[in-house]
């Protein structure tokens, strides 16, 4: 009894790996045994699929509704830096994703796929989905339309009065809730995906998902070793890896086992201080980031819905991997605050190949399966780039 009660206690992450570490202990015992097990994660995938275009719809709603308007000026060169470094992260893993192309393993029996033949197809896919009746998007699973329908109707709020903007508001804490219990009982998901993977596919099928956590963490390295330093030099013209490994030590560790970028903030915060940077801009900006400043994030959407495409061998031309890139920064932004947020999104990407919802859950399980790592790196990353870029504009409101 002690036992369990300890093991409830443990943090998701850890059970998650040791539900990992039991489901390849069962499965080499007896397959049967594992494939009996499938079922926890079969209902797992489903309920995630039952949440995530509700969750998707409200947390628009709700972020646009209560954004507070007339943003002070000395805030849009942050907000550039932070839209610039999502949407080069979102590039740099389409990079990544070609030069490493990676395979899920994905149920698809009886699935008739009408894979889009170019951008001309994507497009015209794209605009259909974004006329489509809101009930009918959230029936089917239609993240573009249900993107569409939130924005308008979070826009429409914003001249509401003050309780009707709370109330949606109050609706996406509770749909967050829910999604929160989902993540809760992630272990258990895992544990049984990860054995009836096992039983029907073989012990082989993890070197799958080491080559994915792998090109995923890789890209996450060179952001923020690369990339990030690069747009710095552009903003301050001096060398910038100073700022850097500084930001990295000291915001970077502690985010990467939080797993937080809201429960890192004041950890930002004394930091940007103990750099004498201006609070005036940093004040503002940190927790700014904190909700809006998801490189980590697009990196995770973008390569995990590049390797579905590989998998059910979707031809992405150049045209339709920026078109990826512009909508992975975007829906990034919307990951913040919520458990497996970057996860829960990566059906929005997927439908721009027209790739099923069912088969996209698929995905956002594998995603779950490496989130051990892959969330800790995404959030390190996430939060260290805050008190980069927050570094960066300061220093250069300085010099001028």
């Known amino acids: 009894m002690n036992l369990l ?30 494939s009996s097990l499938a079922l926890l994660g079969t209902l797992f995938v489903q309920s995630l699929k039952a949440v995530a275009p509700i969750l998707v719809f409200f947390l628009v709603i709700s972020a646009i509704a209560n954004q507070p308007q007339g943003q002070d000026s000395r805030m849009r060169p942050i907000l550039f830096m932070y839209l610039i470094g999502t949407l080069c992260a979102a590039l740099l893993a389409v990079i990544m994703s070609k030069l490493f192309p990676t395979n899920l393993q994905l149920d698809v029996t009886n699935l008739n796929l009408a894979a889009p033949q170019g951008i001309g197809e994507v497009l015209n896919n794209l605009l259909f989905k974004l006329v489509d009746n809101p009930v009918n998007a959230l029936i089917t699973g239609n ?205 929005l990407s997927c439908s721009l190949f027209g790739i099923p919802d069912d088969v996209a859950m698929q995905v956002v399980a594998v995603g779950f399966v490496i989130s051990v790592l892959q969330d800790s790196a995404e959030t390190a990353l996430n939060s260290s780039t805050d008190v980069v870029f927050t570094g960066a504009v300061s220093m250069s409101a300085k010099d001028e």
């Not at 790996?17 to 594992?34: C, K, M, N, Q, T």
């Not at 998998?311 to 829906?331: P, Q």
Request: net charge positive.
């Open 143 to 347: 993240f573009i339309g249900i993107l569409v329908w939130g924005v308008a109707v979070g826009l429409g709020l914003r001249y509401s009065t003050v309780s009707t903007r709370l109330a949606f508001q109050d609706l996406s804490n509770v749909i967050t809730q829910i999604v929160r219990v989902i993540i809760r009982l992630a272990p258990l998901g895992i544990f049984g995906l990860v054995a009836g993977t096992l039983a029907e596919f073989g012990i082989q099928v993890l070197s799958q998902y080491a080559k994915l956590l792998m090109v995923l963490l890789s890209s996450m390295l060179i952001m923020a070793l690369c990339i990030n330093p690069l747009i710095v030099w552009i903003k301050i013209r001096s060398n910038p890896y100073g700022l850097i490994f500084t930001a990295l030590r000291e915001s970077g560790v502690t985010a990467f086992f939080t797993r937080s970028s809201a429960a890192n903030i004041p950890v930002n915060l004394s930091l940007c201080e103990r750099l004498g940077l201006q609070k005036n801009i940093f004040a503002l900006s940190i927790p700014l980031g904190a909700t809006i400043n998801m490189g980590g994030a697009a990196i995770t959407i973008t390569i995990l819905t590049l390797a579905a495409t590989n998998t059910l061998g979707i031809n992405v031309d150049f045209s339709s991997a920026l078109l990826l890139c512009l909508i992975s920064a975007l829906s990034a932004t919307g990951a913040s605050g919520v458990a497996g947020g970057s996860l829960l999104l990566i059906p």
């Open 5 to 34: 009660k300890k093991l409830i206690n443990l943090d998701v992450t850890i059970q998650i790996a040791i539900g990992i570490l039991i489901a390849v202990i069962i499965s080499l015992i007896s397959s049967v045994w594992a």
